[in-house]
């Protein structure tokens, strides 16, 4: 972890989906990033009990005490006030490596008594703190969600419901629970919900399993209506990951997209200040976004921010459909049933026909006419012949990665240049390294060291997340104990670090 400037006025502190936060890699960290962090974050613990176990220690991973983000113990025992320097090697990278040893093996027995207390004493599902105004069967979870809408656009303000609600529920057990009665939801807010993972077997689901209305449309609308290996389970599911994970998550893969992302920045940066000054800042953002990841998976250039008129038109098909997507997600989440009572169903078939048009057109623009740099992650995977990836899956799997990935970059531009708005003193002192260490030539990671502007977009994950939840697994198969309170199969869990994120006893204050 690098150290927190003294100077900077916002604090940056520890987040779960901020810790590879590389400028060289933001597109395949930063798009995706929740899952992604996670699951390194679980390989560190597999590697941990391995470490330990060598060494005949016990470590039960339901319950781990880690040091993977700086942390000196498990948040259980944090909330009893324990501070960060009580931890021998917090922020010390010269500890030795038998002082870590030790550290590790306390934590690891006071972990494991932990868990055998819980396990014989679990409470019930129903002593879970939380809200349940959203227990009439027709109104669902609206009642909770209501004062979270925001006038203006309609949205969510998921970020300040999480906070609120690990307020409100969680933060003395790291667990609330909400949502209509015939539908268990909980929330858990710590390294509890590290079971989940353990526990999810060898096809685990993605967040946009239930993501229903595009299995309905395909199987109405499409012909030979082609399953999205994303949103399909065992394997089939996991098809689509063994395709995508080497041109996506690799490191070296992943910077090979920067000479097509540098060019989509040179040119969206001249028409910067047009936006910025008339309003249009958040359409800067969401155009810039689409612009970049169109240039990393496939290798075009379409400029719809400098207002190419068929660049435009890509754009808005394909972010309209997203964003129909998501909206009736939102509004029905529970059931295909739900879409009687919303005209959100109807917007959504209507828009989904017209980005599936035009997602099909890009990535026939690039594999099969040639264009562009011939350099992105879709060509990797398309050309591995063994994988056999139709171009109906091909489309299909370009739709979910552009979902995943165009509106949480978005967000992130955007909330960065707001919190560097707000705080001058740090704009000068980032200007003032992207100069030393630039001089305006294009980003590469070679010999270019940005800590201070890591440090800036970690703090901006940690106040103002691209996404208030960090994983969802839907009707969860397996009966759990989480943080002393029994979790049973069907249940939805949810992860979300903005409750840890922004509490003081845990990241100091603000």
């Given at each position: 972890?690098?150290?927190?400037?003294?100077?900077?006025?916002?604090?940056?502190?520890?987040?779960?989906?901020?810790h590879?936060?590389h400028?060289?890699?933001?597109?395949?960290?930063?798009?995706?990033?929740?899952?992604?962090?996670?699951?390194?974050?679980?390989?560190?613990?597999?590697?941990?009990?391995?470490?330990?176990?060598?060494?005949?220690?016990?470590l039960?991973?339901?319950?781990?005490?880690?040091?993977?983000?700086?942390?000196?113990?498990?948040?259980?025992?944090?909330?009893?006030?324990?501070?960060?320097?009580?931890?021998?090697?917090?922020?010390?990278?010269?500890?030795?490596?038998?002082?870590?040893?030790?550290?590790?093996?306390?934590?690891?027995?006071?972990?494991?008594?932990t868990?055998n207390?819980?396990d014989?004493?679990?409470?019930?599902?129903s002593?879970?703190?939380?809200?349940?105004?959203?227990?009439l069967?027709?109104?669902?979870?609206?009642?909770?969600?209501?004062?979270?809408?925001?006038?203006?656009?309609?949205?969510m303000?998921?970020?300040?419901?999480?906070?609120?609600?690990?307020?409100?529920?969680?933060?003395?057990?790291?667990?609330?629970?909400?949502?209509?009665?015939?539908?268990?939801?909980?929330l858990?807010?710590?390294?509890?919900?590290?079971?989940?993972f353990?526990?999810?077997?060898?096809?685990?689901?993605?967040?946009?399993?239930?993501?229903?209305?595009?299995?309905?449309?395909?199987?109405?609308?499409?012909?030979?209506?082609?399953?999205?290996?994303?949103?399909?389970?065992?394997?089939?599911?996991?098809k689509g990951?063994?395709?995508?994970?080497?041109?996506?998550?690799?490191?070296?893969?992943?910077?090979?997209?920067l000479?097509a992302?540098?060019?989509?920045?040179?040119?969206?940066?001249?028409?910067?200040?047009?936006?910025?000054?008339?309003?249009?800042?958040?359409?800067?953002?969401?155009?810039?976004?689409?612009?970049?990841?169109?240039?990393?998976?496939?290798?075009?250039?379409?400029?719809?921010?400098?207002?190419?008129?068929?660049?435009?038109?890509?754009?808005?098909?394909i972010i309209?459909?997203?964003?129909?997507?998501?909206?009736?997600?939102?509004?029905?989440?529970?059931?295909?049933?739900?879409?009687?009572?919303?005209?959100?169903?109807?917007?959504?078939?209507?828009?989904?026909?017209?980005?599936?048009e035009?997602?099909?057109?890009?990535?026939?623009?690039?594999?099969?006419?040639?264009?562009?740099?011939g350099?992105g992650?879709?060509?990797?995977?398309?050309?591995?012949?063994?994988?056999?990836?139709?171009?109906?899956?091909?489309?299909?799997?370009?739709?979910?990665?552009?979902?995943?990935?165009?509106?949480?970059?978005?967000?992130?531009?955007?909330?960065?240049?707001?919190n560097?708005?707000?705080?001058?003193?740090v704009q000068?002192?980032?200007?003032?390294?992207?100069?030393?260490?630039?001089?305006?030539?294009?980003?590469?990671?070679?010999?270019?060291?940005?800590?201070?502007?890591?440090?800036?977009?970690?703090?901006?994950?940690?106040l103002?997340?691209?996404?208030g939840?960090?994983?969802?697994?839907?009707?969860?198969?397996?009966?759990?104990?989480?943080?002393?309170?029994e979790?049973p199969?069907?249940?939805?869990v949810?992860?979300?670090?903005?409750?840890?994120?922004?509490?003081?006893r845990?990241?100091?204050?603000?």
């Open positions: 972890t690098a150290q927190r400037p003294t100077d900077t006025p916002w604090r940056a502190k520890r987040s779960f989906s901020s590879f936060c400028p060289g890699v933001v597109l395949p960290i930063f798009h995706i990033a929740p899952p992604v962090t996670l699951e390194i974050m679980m390989q560190f613990q597999r590697e941990t009990a391995r470490y330990l176990s060598r060494r005949s220690w016990k039960s991973l339901a319950r781990p005490a880690y040091d993977f983000f700086g942390a000196d113990v498990s948040l259980q025992q944090r909330r009893h006030h324990r501070p960060f320097s009580s931890c021998p090697f917090h922020n010390n990278q010269s500890t030795s490596d038998k002082d870590k040893k030790k550290f590790f093996s306390s934590q690891a027995v006071t972990a494991t008594k868990l207390a819980t014989v004493a679990a409470k019930p599902y002593d879970i703190p939380g809200d349940w105004k959203g227990s069967p027709v109104l669902a979870a609206m009642p909770l969600f209501l004062p979270y809408v925001h006038k203006e656009t309609g949205g303000r998921t970020e300040d419901f999480m906070r609120d609600y690990y307020e409100k529920y969680g933060k003395e057990t790291g667990i609330a629970r909400f949502g209509p009665s015939d539908r268990r939801v909980a858990i807010f710590d390294e509890g919900y590290l079971q989940v353990q526990r999810e077997g060898k096809y685990p689901s993605g967040i946009l399993t239930g993501a229903w209305p595009i299995e309905e449309y395909n199987r109405k609308y499409v012909d030979g209506h082609p399953r999205n290996p994303f949103l399909s389970e065992g394997e089939e599911w996991r990951r063994m395709a995508i994970n080497p041109y996506l998550f690799n490191v070296k893969e992943a910077q090979s997209y000479p992302i540098n060019e989509t920045v040179n040119s969206a940066v001249r028409h910067f200040e047009e936006y910025a000054t008339t309003g249009r800042f958040d359409r800067f953002c969401e155009l810039a976004a689409f612009d970049m990841f169109t240039a990393a998976s496939l290798g075009l250039q379409i400029n719809s921010v400098g207002g190419d008129p068929k660049g435009i038109e890509f754009a808005e098909n309209g459909s997203l964003a129909t997507m998501a909206k009736v997600t939102q509004e029905c989440p529970y059931s295909r049933y739900d879409m009687l009572k919303f005209s959100a169903w109807d917007n959504f078939r209507e828009h989904w026909s017209v980005g599936r035009a997602s099909k057109a890009l990535v026939r623009m690039a594999l099969e006419e040639g264009l562009g740099s350099k992650i879709m060509h990797g995977f398309l050309k591995d012949k063994e994988l056999k990836i139709s171009d109906e899956e091909a489309t299909e799997m370009y739709l979910m990665l552009t979902f995943a990935a165009a509106d949480t970059t978005a967000s992130l531009m955007n909330n960065v240049v707001s560097l708005s707000k705080n001058p003193s000068d002192k980032l200007r003032a390294e992207l100069s030393k260490e630039l001089g305006g030539r294009d980003y590469s990671p070679d010999g270019t060291e940005l800590k201070y502007f890591q440090q800036i977009l970690k703090e901006t994950q940690r103002t997340p691209s996404l939840f960090t994983n969802v697994k839907n009707n969860f198969p397996r009966d759990l104990v989480i943080n002393g309170y979790v199969a069907g249940t939805t949810i992860f979300s670090t903005m409750g840890i994120a922004n509490d003081e845990l990241a100091g204050p603000n």
